[in-house]
């Protein structure tokens, strides 16, 4: 079964960059998109980018763009979701998402929350 | 970049059909397929429709997906109204550089 499981939580400090990976199973990694959303506490969703993991593309949300870095590591079919200059407006769950053909969101990993906090 | 208007929430009775709808403020709703997803307090979002009016397997009839560009609107139908039903609904859509989600919906069922 499509499985997508995240990295634990965490706690950083104003400025300093977080790094969440999505690892998946149960299909050809490279085959789909993954998809980065956000949500804080009570909040909506938020969508972040999206990458590419056969050819690493990516494409970012004009908000988080020069902020944000996906990557992946096809040999452990493990995407990576890196957001940098954290302030305190960053505290949030961060989802991983596979996403067939560039529409929907069909399996989500479990969440992460990161929180910044000095 | 659009946006997609929902109403903060809705309310119904068990057994009754509420509708949600989802709003694009600019292009046309029918341009690009749109999603619903629910979420329940303390989990990931899950698809109940997608491509406008596609249903997962595992999802109930009871729940249905329409476009209308006469309002440049999508909604989401959901007959027969169970306790269980009562999460957040978000919907989705997207176009060429962008993913757009909606401001989410309360359901409450009462």
Redesign the interface.
Known sequence: QVQLVQSGAEVKKPGASVKVSCKASGYTFTSYDI?W?RQATGQ????MG?MNPNSGNT?Y??KFQGRVTMTRNTSISTAYMELSSLRSEDTAVY?CARVPG?????Y????TLVTVSS | NFMLTQPHSVSESPGKTVTISCTRSSGSIASNYVQWYQQRPGSAPTTVIYEDNQRPSGVPDRFSGSIDSSSNSASLTISGLKTEDEADYYCQSYDSSNVVFGGGTKLTVL
């Open positions: 998809n959303v909506g969703l938020e969508w999206w494409g949300a004009q989802y560039a529409i929907d969101f069909d989500w990993g479990q969440g």
